[in-house]
């Protein structure tokens, strides 16, 4: 069967196409595969010419269609609903394009002529197909331009891993996304590159844990809190101090239990204890709190059955403590003529918390800072997030963006502070909606309104710096790029050309391997390939 046609010349190309292809060689070499040698320019092959001259339509093509073709494909019979009478002696190929195509098509695969009618020779038959080729390729080459509307991409799951990871600084696997479609054999055709709800959620999700992994709302100093259960309290008598098995410490007779702590600072340190009692006679169970021998507080414990949390604050120095839980009223009348006053009075301590003054501020990760420059004073949270939202945009929609794109995105930090968020929680909230957006999602090549249908355009410089990056690296822009591009001077062949060698010596060229090369001659397939383990042990 024979495959469509591309018909490529040198003005069409965006880049040259020596230097791109050595390049990509270059890279494959270096990734561990070899390459053959290739010609640095290439064109269509010539057709064969006769010695006494070139091939025309009429003195060569002609005749042959005549004397094979049009018995079934004239004005009165037209198999196929094709006429080639009137084509033959039209010299412009490219005016009945698709006809022609047709015809090289079918005579290369040899379906025409049909088996029972006379055949053309090899000889023959090869000229007519170079010569269609030829004519049609020369058309190509000299008349107008106009390549059509480019689809857009959506980013595949490499070229969103590559970045998330050089736009938020977080490392992300997208691995429970579902997988690319594939078209002609690649994974980033914007044609089959659809997007299923199921994806749509995953992306929402994905956002949103990027953008706490990059970003700490709460920035403030945590406190640390020790917790000592009950059976890790120890005293001297077993009768009067044993732990349960849910590691309750019961006290049943007047005795203390001390466990060791160290304080990591001095400072206010509060203490949770969390007991219940068993009442009998007319006192609540008493318990002391101590720190190093000396009470801190003595708490009434009521609540029989029902554990309840008592707190008592006192300042210590940095160091070994020894925290001690003191029975002090114990109590047991088994045979007393009043039945409310019979009983044993018991205490029970589940645990104690204790909570030491809160230290240094937790360290920022490298991606917080880079991406919250600075915090707001109040009343400046509008302009700190129009500026912070406002550098990043350009990053996340590679592209320069309008003050009204970066004020819509600056809503959600004033709608998550009017539902009683931080700052910092509202930041979170715009770049995750800026992480769902179709712009970031998908690579765009939008035609000004001065476009019109069938209209032509070169691409502008972000266009450039995106589809060279995402050809090299699987990844957006880096800044220098974005630099030339707001320059306007990528699109310059001596800056593109600098560009390309920069690019392929970064370690994001690893990518053009990984991707492009892998793709390209189907090494990934390796891994579904079923090995003999006899015949290869």
């Given at each position: 069967?024979?495959?469509?046609?591309?018909y490529?010349c040198?003005p069409?190309?965006?880049?040259?196409p020596?230097?791109?292809?050595?390049?990509?060689?270059?890279?494959?070499?270096a990734?561990?595969?070899?390459?053959p040698a290739?010609?640095?320019?290439?064109?269509?092959?010539?057709a064969a010419?006769?010695?006494?001259g070139?091939?025309?339509?009429k003195?060569?093509i002609?005749?042959?269609l005549?004397?094979y073709?049009f018995?079934?494909?004239?004005d009165?019979?037209?198999?196929?609903?094709v006429?080639?009478?009137?084509?033959s002696?039209?010299p412009?190929?490219?005016?009945?394009?698709?006809?022609?195509?047709?015809?090289?098509?079918?005579m290369?695969?040899?379906?025409?002529p049909?088996?029972?009618?006379?055949q053309?020779?090899?000889?023959?038959?090869?000229?007519?197909?170079?010569f269609?080729?030829?004519?049609?390729?020369?058309?190509?080459c000299?008349?107008p331009?106009n390549?059509?509307?480019?689809t857009?991409?959506?980013?595949?799951?490499?070229?969103?891993?590559?970045t998330?990871?050089?736009?938020?600084?977080?490392?992300?696997?997208?691995?429970d996304?579902?997988?690319?479609?594939?078209?002609?054999?690649?994974?980033?055709?914007?044609?089959?590159?659809?997007?299923?709800?199921?994806?749509?959620?995953?992306?929402i999700?994905?956002?949103?844990?990027?953008?706490?992994k990059?970003?700490v709302a709460?920035t403030?100093a945590?406190?640390?809190v020790?917790r000592?259960?009950?059976n890790?309290?120890e005293?001297?008598?077993?009768?009067?101090?044993?732990?349960?098995?849910?590691?309750?410490?019961?006290l049943?007779?007047?005795?203390e239990?001390?466990?060791?702590?160290?304080?990591?600072?001095?400072?206010?340190y509060?203490?949770?204890?969390?007991?219940?009692?068993?009442l009998?006679?007319?006192?609540l169970?008493k318990?002391?709190l101590?720190?190093?021998?000396?009470?801190?507080?003595?708490?009434?414990v009521?609540?029989?059955?029902?554990?309840?949390?008592?707190?008592a604050?006192?300042?210590?120095?940095?160091?070994?403590h020894?925290?001690?839980?003191a029975?002090?009223?114990?109590?047991?009348?088994?045979?007393?003529p009043d039945?409310?006053l019979?009983?044993d009075?018991?205490?029970?301590?589940?645990?104690?918390d204790?909570?030491?003054?809160?230290g240094?501020?937790?360290a920022l990760?490298?991606?917080?800072?880079r991406?919250?420059?600075?915090?707001?004073?109040?009343?400046?949270?509008?302009?700190?997030a129009?500026?912070?939202?406002g550098r990043?945009?350009?990053?996340?929609?590679?592209?320069?963006v309008?003050?009204?794109?970066?004020?819509?995105?600056?809503?959600?930090v004033?709608?998550?502070?009017?539902n009683?968020g931080s700052?910092?929680?509202?930041?979170?909230?715009?770049?995750?909606?800026?992480l769902c957006?179709p712009?970031?999602?998908y690579?765009?090549?939008?035609?000004?309104?001065?476009?019109?249908?069938?209209?032509?355009?070169?691409?502008?410089?972000?266009?450039?710096a995106?589809r060279l990056?995402?050809?090299?690296w699987?990844?957006?822009?880096d800044?220098?790029l974005?630099?030339l591009?707001a320059?306007?001077?990528?699109?310059?062949?001596?800056?593109?050309?600098?560009q390309?060698?920069?690019?392929?010596?970064?370690?994001?060229a690893?990518?053009?391997?990984?991707n492009?090369?892998?793709?390209?001659l189907?090494?990934?397939?390796?891994?579904?390939?079923?090995?003999?383990?006899?015949?290869?042990?």
């Open positions: 069967m024979r495959l469509n046609r591309v490529l040198r069409f190309m965006t880049f040259r020596t230097s791109l292809f050595v390049a990509t060689c270059a890279v494959l070499t990734g561990g595969f070899f390459l290739y010609p640095a320019e290439t064109a269509p092959a010539p010419v006769p010695a006494g070139p091939v025309t339509l003195d060569h002609k005749p042959v005549e004397k073709c018995d079934c494909h004239n009165k019979k037209q198999k196929g609903d006429n080639l009478l009137p084509l002696d039209n412009k190929l490219e005016e009945n394009r698709k006809v022609w195509e047709k015809v090289a098509e079918v290369e695969s040899g379906d025409m049909p088996e029972k009618k006379p053309p020779s090899e000889g023959q038959r090869d000229q007519l197909i170079k269609i080729d030829g004519q049609l390729a020369k058309a190509d000299t008349g331009v390549p059509g509307k480019v857009i991409r959506r980013l595949n799951r490499e070229e969103y891993r590559n998330i990871r050089d736009l938020m600084g977080v490392n992300f696997n997208p691995e996304f579902p997988n690319d479609e594939v078209g002609y054999g690649f994974d980033n055709i914007g044609d089959v590159l659809s997007l299923p709800p199921m994806l749509m959620e995953k992306y999700a994905a956002a949103d844990e990027v953008v706490h990059a970003i709460d403030a945590k406190p640390e020790k000592l259960q009950g890790q309290f005293g001297k008598d077993p009768e009067a101090l044993r732990p349960l098995e849910n590691k309750t410490l019961g049943y007779r007047e005795s239990g001390i466990a060791k702590y160290s304080g990591p600072r001095a400072g206010e509060i203490f949770r204890v969390k007991a219940y009692g068993e009998a006679g007319t006192e169970p318990l002391a101590r720190v190093d021998g000396k009470d801190v507080t003595v708490f009434e009521g609540n029989e059955r029902k554990a309840k949390v008592y707190e604050k006192t300042t210590l120095p940095a160091g070994a020894q925290v001690s839980v029975f002090l009223n114990n109590y047991n009348d088994a045979n007393n039945l409310k019979r009983g009075r018991n205490v029970f301590v589940e645990s104690v204790i909570q030491a003054p809160p240094a501020a937790p990760p490298e991606s917080h800072k991406l919250i420059t600075r915090m707001p004073q109040p009343g400046q949270e509008h302009e700190v129009m500026e912070i939202i990043f945009l350009p990053e996340a929609y590679r592209r320069p309008t003050p009204a794109e970066v004020e819509r995105v600056a809503k959600f004033e709608l998550s502070q009017k009683g700052f910092l929680e509202g930041i979170q909230t715009a770049f995750q909606a800026a957006s712009y970031f999602l690579r765009w090549e939008l035609d000004p309104a001065s476009v019109k249908a069938g209209d032509t355009r070169d691409l502008g410089d972000y266009e450039i995106s990056s995402y050809f090299l699987s990844s957006k822009p800044p220098e974005f630099a591009a320059k306007g001077e990528l699109h310059k062949p001596e800056v593109l050309q600098k390309v060698d920069r690019m392929l010596h970064d370690w994001h690893r990518a053009l391997v990984d492009f090369g892998d793709q390209w189907q090494i990934r397939n390796i891994w579904e390939v079923g090995i003999d383990p006899e015949t290869f042990p």
